[in-house]
């Protein structure tokens, strides 16, 4: 069994993700994450893929994590601010949405 590298991890995940197949996204992801937890690039694609999966707690869990590390990483903010709305914590989700605006991102 051949072991596969990083690179060929993140390359079929982001082919997964090009084609809608978050689910799948996720997965290679997750793995990928689990050896390289500072992965950014990664770990913000994974909160996506959770969030287009529906997967909203684990989107919420990613996007806490990156906003904790990179708190003017605005991408993470809106997703942080999207998967607690689609949760119904809208209170919550107000402050990172507003962030994210402020940095640029809707």
């Known amino acids: 069994m051949t072991v596969e590298t990083a690179d060929r991890r993140w390359d079929r995940a982001t082919y997964h ?9 996720a997965e290679v992801l997750a793995d ?5 937890p500072d992965a950014t690039a990664a770990r913000l694609l994974l ?10 707690r684990r ?5 806490r994590v990156l906003v904790e590390t ?3 990483e605005g991408y993470a903010q ?4 999207r998967a607690l709305a689609r949760q119904s914590r809208h ?16």
Not at 17 to 24: H, S, T
Not at 91 to 106: F, H, Q, R
Request: proline fraction near 4%; glycine fraction near 8%; hydrophobic fraction near 55%.
């Open 17 to 25: 993700a090009e084609l809608g197949q978050w689910i799948e996204a």
């Open 47 to 56: 909160a996506r893929a959770y969030f287009h999966s529906a997967q909203l």
């Open 78 to 81: 809106l997703l942080l601010g």
């Open 32 to 36: 990928l994450v689990a050896d390289e």
């Open 91 to 106: 209170d919550e989700a107000a402050g990172p949405l507003k962030l994210a605006a402020a940095l640029g991102v809707s």
């Open 59 to 63: 989107a919420e869990q990613e996007a």
């Open 70 to 72: 990179h708190p003017a």
